[in-house]
């Protein structure tokens, strides 16, 4: 239990008797009511812009938005947008953890959706806004809705995390099993491969659809784990962040007076990185296409 | 089609007899004209949704279409539900085993109307005896039947009596368009049972989720049964009917999907239910004039789904 809250107050970066209550909070701010309630006491801020991070679920994406929101100009909240506010949805609907292709009408819809409640979000995210500072927004659902975050988020840019097929797939398995009415018809207990594969392929074809040279920069898990500094760097300048002091030893990655762990370097041998869209373009083809 | 537009599909059970031949209930039925009456209630049907033009799902037991006892396949069944089948292909009168002539009415509005499959024999999961085996080939029959009829592929199946425990061996031979109980999944017991009927007098009716399966197959949940016939609380459902099937339409937003399935044979118990229901039809179909809806059927629903992910990158 103690190494349990000790763990929750780490990922936060805080003390255990700080770290344990900012975890109470977050998890009550998921409510609508009890949003509305705090925002009561908390004023509104503007960001400087909105910035995304997107790709699959379990590609990496938590580990390199924290390297990113170590940079000392960015801002960002503990958990991911779409649990913080009503506005955007995760598309899990409570069977899917991690799999929210299983609910294909649902995505189709929130695609075709092309309204986005700008005011509202950033209203709801106000406890972690900073005046003057870009917000960097992290879930996973972003995937499926770039255009639209385009519209309500003008020169917002997008980190897209890709990684491999099979590291995903495994992730996803340890991490996440399928719930209710799901795990009823799938009468298992753990997803299987093939929605799993249609799913990397759903994410990674969407983001080439609706890809922009301009602003989507694609940072290969793999690539990063083998050489954070470096990955940093490209991503910081596609921000137009300012240079900052950045180095890494001993599975410590230095981002100016911070220091994030990055383990599992092991996991980048032999993997061809999809860092380009031409990389990404080409593994996408060689899944088989959803059927 | 519009993502964003409500929807409602609606889907029938059609079975005559098939769906009560191992039990006295189709005797009782045959007796009380019910099969011979649903003829008329068909030219009703057909010209509510042809005047309309509204689109429906239509789950077929296949040996509907079988012209004599010689043509139905028996071999996968356990064979005390073969047995049945075939006291019931003996004894019933034609109008309770046998579909042609409905059939052809239907195909007067074949533009309209998504085929499927409802099995061959109307097999159901927890029948005593049935394999994964026999009830896969139980509906591959009915496809194969269907398909050879109608010359057109089948694309969605409905599990008789809502029963889809084999739904994973179906899947990886057909991976279709399967319906599923809103309740699927769920061990209601008689306390949350009478919550939930408590609740039909407030709530709405559920909305139909789509569930994207392991073999390429896709679930759709029902969400209203359109049927108060029967049974001792026959007032009080339909009652309920009424008031759940306008809340369902005064209450629609964008995105929303509701599934309304019933049997034809239901609307030739009484007039009232039968009017119920063309009014039913003359309300969406006003709706969807007015663009506040969509109706669609099973495959329109999951194939524009699928669209969206269908493209070339």
Redesign the interface.
């Known amino acids: 239990m103690i190494n349990r809250l000790k763990k929750i107050a780490t990922r936060h970066g805080l003390p255990v008797y700080l770290g344990v209550p900012y975890e109470v909070f977050i998890r009550l701010y998921a409510f609508s009511i009890f949003r509305s309630l705090v925002r009561v006491f908390i004023s509104p801020k503007q960001p400087m812009r909105v910035d995304f991070v997107i790709g699959s679920y379990n590609s990496g994406t938590t580990i390199i938005k924290d390297a990113i929101a170590a940079h000392p100009s960015i801002c960002s909240a503990p958990i991911e947008g779409d649990q913080l506010s009503g506005v955007i949805s995760n598309n899990e ?1 409570g ?1 899917a953890p991690r799999a929210m ?5 649902e ?3 929130d ?3 092309n309204s986005v409640d700008t005011e509202k979000l950033i209203s709801d995210l106000r406890p972690w806004l900073v005046k003057g500072k870009i917000f960097l927004e992290k879930s996973i659902s972003n995937t499926i809705r770039i255009n639209k975050l385009r519209s309500a988020f003008p020169g917002s840019k997008y980190i897209c995390v890709t990684r491999s097929v099979d590291g995903v797939v495994k992730g996803i398995k340890k991490r996440s099993k399928p719930a ?8 298992q207990d753990a997803y ?1 491969d ?2 799993l594969l ?1 799913q990397w392929r ?1 994410f990674y ?1 969407l983001v ?2 609706d890809y922009q040279d301009s602003d989507v920069h694609f940072v290969s898990y793999e690539k990063f784990l083998e050489s954070p500094v470096e990955e940093l760097q490209k991503i910081f300048e596609f921000m137009g962040l300012d240079e900052i002091d950045l180095a890494y030893s001993d599975d410590l990655l230095s981002v100016g007076d911070k220091a994030l762990r990055i383990k599992g370097r092991e996991k980048s041998n032999g993997i061809n990185y999809l860092g380009s869209y031409a990389e990404l ?1 080409s593994a ?2 060689e899944v088989e ?3 | 089609m519009n993502a964003l537009c409500p929807k409602i599909v609606i889907s029938f059970d059609f079975e005559l007899g098939w769906g009560v031949l191992d039990s006295p209930l189709w005797r009782k039925r045959e007796a009380d004209s019910l099969y011979l009456d649903l003829r008329q209630v068909f030219d009703h049907l057909i010209e509510a949704f042809s005047e309309s033009q509204i689109r429906t799902t239509w789950a077929m037991v296949g040996s509907l279409l079988a012209k004599s006892e010689a043509e139905l396949d028996l071999e996968h069944l356990p064979a005390s539900y073969r047995d049945s089948v075939i006291s019931f292909y003996r004894e019933s009168h034609e109008t309770t085993r046998g579909g042609l002539d409905l059939v052809d009415k239907l195909q007067k509005i074949d533009d309209l109307v998504e085929i499927a499959s409802h099995t061959s024999t109307h097999i159901y999961a927890e029948y005593p005896g049935v394999t994964a085996a026999g009830y896969v080939s139980d509906v591959s029959n009915s496809i194969s039947v269907l398909e050879k009829y109608f010359g057109r592929s089948v694309r969605s199946l409905v599990f008789p009596r809502d029963q889809a425990r084999f739904n994973n061996d179906v899947a990886v031979a057909h991976p279709l368009n399967f319906r599923l109980n809103p309740n699927f999944g769920k061990k209601i017991g008689r306390l949350n049972r009478m919550i939930n009927g408590a609740g039909r007098f407030y709530k709405n009716v559920p909305q139909s989720k789509v569930i994207m399966g392991a073999h390429g197959e896709y679930y759709q949940t029902g969400s209203l049964y359109f049927n108060w016939s029967g049974g001792k609380y026959e007032s009080i459902k339909k009652y309920l009917t009424t008031l759940q099937s306008k809340r369902m339409l005064s209450e629609m937003t964008d995105g929303d999907v509701y599934h309304v399935w019933l049997h034809p044979f239901n609307l030739a118990e009484s007039r009232e239910h039968l009017e119920q229901f063309l009014k039913f039809i003359r309300d969406i179909a006003r709706l969807r004039d007015d663009g506040m809806l969509e109706v669609v059927t099973m495959d329109d629903l999951v194939g524009e789904c699928k669209k969206e992910f269908f493209f070339n990158v």
């Open positions: 609907c069977i292709m299983v609910n294909v009408c995505v189709v819809k695609r075709r959706d209710g009415v799901l795990r009823q018809i799938l009468a299987p093939s929605i249609k759903m074809s080439i659809k373009l996408v083809e296409p959803i059927v």
